[in-house]
């Protein structure tokens, strides 16, 4: 049985061992009750100690996908056959929430990989050891002020004023976005949505019963004449906007069009949430809608760039709106994680995030421009001049069912045909995750996409 460890990689290596068990028991097609080779054997023959077999296959025990008897060793217990339902199928091998046999190009977020540990874990050491409350206290109601503090100084780097009280610290983008929904809006209230855009927050509009109106974005942004047609006809309540590095698209918005969107807000009383969750993965000039008028919603998040598990976002508005999202926050969640705050706070005023995305804007530059080379050797479309972590692309010969189909044979897994249609419509396009696009798979993968290309399948 051969594993394939990879001693290089972040992940650790017990955790590789049950992704690899999890993967060898999908492709063989063995009966419950079959006994798996020794501990022994397994570390032998991969070069691992024992007890970190051990420790995998324990794990795999507690999953409902081994067994184990005294003196026995360990054996199957469920199968792809027999649980065809069965969630360990998947769970089991999720060294990134993914199935480790394909790789996720067509993710929303940065692989294990591509993180980086050591300033994150000295920043977890140092508060673990040092700040007591941050450890076993609640949280204020607006978050930690340390940190409070310093998001007022980043939010001044990009020209939007903001006063300490006008900040709340949040879960994530997510639980902002989940707070001024409950918050502001009503069942039957129509908001205008980006198309294509972000899934996550159509299915939490539909969860409340808030009707979505679509704008196509383009490379600049919205399209303001399809834009100022929706809100003339149907009088809108919202509008929710990417501004940077736009999700799937990767496309920014424009100086022209963000004012020309300002303009037609303070027209027409439409209510501006503008999530910017990938502002640090931009280091070029823009315009943040939020800078042109002090009545936007502005979003932002550290979930994309340090870690998805801290969960870390923030909220500007005015004081009132700020604290009537806080109540909610308080009723519904008990206010956010002091701990993780007090780590990004020590990570700030290091001075080691500002290196951390450095660092990672140059990497995913660098992949960016090797994608889009690849992607233009196959003759894929492009959409605008995509910055950030995703690329939006098509195939100039395929269906998007055939391009998907002919992924998975690469050992890729794109997104679905209506993942990113507010109204569930199939499209052609897909959104490239540029932290994978790089990898010989991908590389082989677009490839065979090209139009005089022959196939191999």
Not at 54 to 64: I, K, M, P, S, Y
Not at 102 to 131: F, K, M, N
Not at 344 to 357: D, E, H, M, N
Request: with cysteine; charged share 20%.
């Amino acid at each position: 049985m051969e594993l394939r460890i990879d001693r290089q990689a972040l992940v650790p290596v017990v955790q590789q061992i049950v992704d690899a068990l999890a993967c060898w028991l999908r492709q063989n097609e063995l009966s419950p009750g079959t006994r798996l080779p020794s501990a022994r054997q397994i570390a032998r023959t991969n070069l691992l100690s024992q007890s970190s077999v051990v420790e995998a296959c324990d794990r795999l025990v507690a999953q409902g996908v081994l067994g184990a008897r005294h003196g026995a060793g360990f054996f199957i217990v469920a199968t792809s056959s027999t649980t065809a339902n069965a969630p360990w199928l998947e769970s089991a091998a999720a060294g990134s929430r993914t199935s480790t046999d394909l790789l996720p190009l067509g993710c929303a977020g940065v692989p294990h990989s591509w993180r980086e540990t050591d300033d994150l874990g000295y920043a977890i050491r140092q508060v673990s050891r040092s700040d007591m409350a941050a450890l076993f206290d609640y949280n204020t109601e607006l978050g930690l002020p340390a940190l409070r503090q310093q998001i007022l100084k980043r939010l001044s780097l990009l020209d939007i004023a903001a006063k300490e009280d006008c900040v709340m610290t949040v879960g994530g983008a997510s639980q902002g976005l989940d707070l001024i929904v409950r918050t502001l809006l009503a069942p039957g209230d129509r908001v205008v949505v980006e198309s294509p855009g972000n899934p996550m927050l159509c299915e939490l509009l539909k969860l409340h019963g808030v009707r979505m109106l679509e704008v196509p974005r383009t490379p600049c942004g919205p399209d303001v004449e399809a834009l100022q047609a929706l809100v003339l006809k149907h009088r809108p309540r919202a509008l929710f906007i990417n501004s940077f590095h736009q999700n799937p698209t990767g496309s920014s918005l424009a100086p022209a069009v963000a004012q020309r969107v300002v303009q037609l807000a303070k027209i027409h009383g439409l209510l501006l949430i503008e999530d910017d969750v990938y502002a640090d993965l931009h280091s070029g000039p823009g315009v943040r809608l939020a800078s042109l008028d002090a009545s936007v919603i502005y979003i932002g998040s550290f979930s994309k760039t340090l870690s998805s598990s801290l969960r870390v976002g923030f909220v500007v508005a005015s004081s009132e709106v700020v604290a009537k999202l806080a109540r909610i926050k308080t009723i519904s969640s008990l206010g956010t994680s002091a701990f993780s705050e007090a780590v990004l706070t020590c990570l700030l005023t290091s001075g080691a995030y500002r290196k951390l995305v450095q660092r990672l804007r140059l990497r995913l530059n660098t992949d960016r421009a090797a994608a889009l080379q690849m992607l233009e050797d196959a003759e894929w479309e492009v959409f605008g001049k995509p910055g950030g972590l995703f690329i939006w692309a098509r195939s100039p010969l395929r269906t998007c069912a055939e391009v998907i189909a002919l992924a998975r044979r690469y050992g890729l897994a794109l997104s679905s045909q209506t993942a990113f249609s507010p109204s569930g419509e199939s499209g052609d396009w897909q959104r490239i995750n540029v932290t994978c696009a790089c990898d010989p798979r991908a590389r082989a993968f677009f490839q065979a996409t090209t139009p005089d290309r022959p196939q191999a399948f």
